[in-house]
């Protein structure tokens, strides 16, 4: 469809005007877009939060993990999170407060949570979102082990990884201005 | 004012300069603002006769005597690199004037290219905590109420050169050039919280955007949020370009870059932030005790020298000072510089129009005597935030937060009249 600034569906034109009790009446949700299915909102709603609310079902163990990351991530983060050409995500652990810190999975990252939900959504890069559910659990599983932050025999799903705690969890300050958010209306 | 052949107010090349005062016999400084580019008309008997011009196109583009572009960048100190690794583009500051960004020109950033979306198969989904949850088509977008905004938006990273040392071979480009000034025309977030139903509980809201990196932000929905944030589609009066977040793009005035998520593709509202790597692992600000301040969203009170600036040369006697200043708080109040490395200070004249949040415009005439200085500007706004100096602004966040950068930003002056990038 071109870009044309006034266009705009005829159904929806008539449908108004049926409606309408007067031209001047305020639009309703319905005036504009549709609403969606829930199968549709699951579809995209891929978000993970620290609580866990977000997490599929399914589990994966570290030595699947690294199976799957020699296969989608080493080429990117190095052999074992690394010396790679992209983001480091293993080890600095202690240097956050030296002249030269290192931000990694397992220096810096709050929540494991937080991992699942962005290699779900971005990783790997040039094919985001074509890892398993099981396979994701399995690849943070791995990540996490290199970081020392679980056992080399473990195994993640939507109960455990959100219990995980992560080495710098208590290392964020929130801005003052928005560390607590009232509603506003 | 005279503009060299890129398009650079107010500073020329140091030959052409010298040919022109030897042949004028006119004091140098003043010629210095006056003289034109390398084939300069030299009497008017020299500028060309007068013909019938181009015939008229669809769009029009810059004149071929124009030299203006990005520049894109990698990470601190990694310049110059090829197009597929860099990961901003800056805006030429130094080749522009007045306050708007041309659209092209408005600095980049993205997380996984800038994908070019067909708007007939885009859609935003609204959802949540919320009564009745949307699917939106651009098109439904573009039927509802809209509004038009003046604004700047700012890397979170603008400024992240100077972290630690200066490189004196810096232009300002290089220093500052991840902020830009558009209007944005869309739909207020508020006329579809009204629509959607938004529950009274729920306080923030997860913006994603429909790149690969679904980049996704949580936005705290305070007062001011709800009142100023739009669901744009327009830039400068058109379309949104694709690396604007064609389709459609959130604008939070005021707040870092990278929660005016482009590409927009969903809003989800809940009562709690959702900790995502952006707002975590990435965009937070490593204090010198190893903490690290977290949702620093405002982009504070700044400003920068454009002209003169680093790479350029001046001339000795008249030259003007012009630059650029902004405030995620508010209006710029009084921009002050100083020509003697911050010993004394000179208020700027402020082009109106100055407005919230936008970059606003400062000059002031100069006399320099051609002995080696520093120049420096520093920016007051409506709300009294003023920026700091250099040696305040690190002695409070230490050199490690890598983002929120804007201590005042001095340019050194040798007695050959170049410009160069220093600390302080």
Redesign the interface.
Known sequence: MPWEPFAMSCHRVLLAIALASSAIAPAGAYDFGRQPSAAEIKLWDIDVRPDGVGLPVGSGSVAHGKTVYEANCSACHGERGVGGIKERLVGGQGSLATSMPIKTVGSYWPYATTLYDYIRRAMPYQAPGTLSDDDTYAVAAYILSLNGILPADAKLDQATLPKIRMPNRDGFVPDREFSDVRPAR | MAMTGDGMPGVTDRRSLSRRALLSGVAAGVAGSMAAGPAAAETLADVPPREPGADLGSTSPRSKYVSIGRVPEAGPTVRNVDPANAINSKTPLDKLVGQITPADLHYERS??GAPDLN??EHRL?V?GMVG??????V??????PSVSRIAFIECTGNGWENWKKADETLSVQNTHGLVSTNEWTGVRLKYL?E????Q?????M?A?GGD???V?RSI????EI?EEAIIAYGQNGE?LRPAHGF?MRLLVPGMEGNVNIKWL??L?F?D?P????WE??RY?Q?????????????METNSVITSPSGTMTICPGYNRITGLAWSGHGRIAKVEISTDGAKSWNAAQLNAPVLPKAQTRFQMDWVWDGKPTKIVSRSVDETGSVQPDRDAFIALTGN?ALFHYNAQQTWSIDAMGAVRNVLS
């Open positions: 997380h996984s708007p007939a989904l959802h009745k949850p949307l699917v939106l088509s098109d439904d977008l573009k039927a509802m919280i629509l959607v139903g938004k009274a509980r729920s306080t923030w997860l994603e690969a990196a679904g996704a705290p929905l305070t007062e709800l379309p389709p593709r969903r989800k809940g709690q959702w900790m995502t790597r975590t692992a937070t490593l204090l010198a005790n190893g903490k690290a301040r977290q949702f620093q969203l405002r490690n």
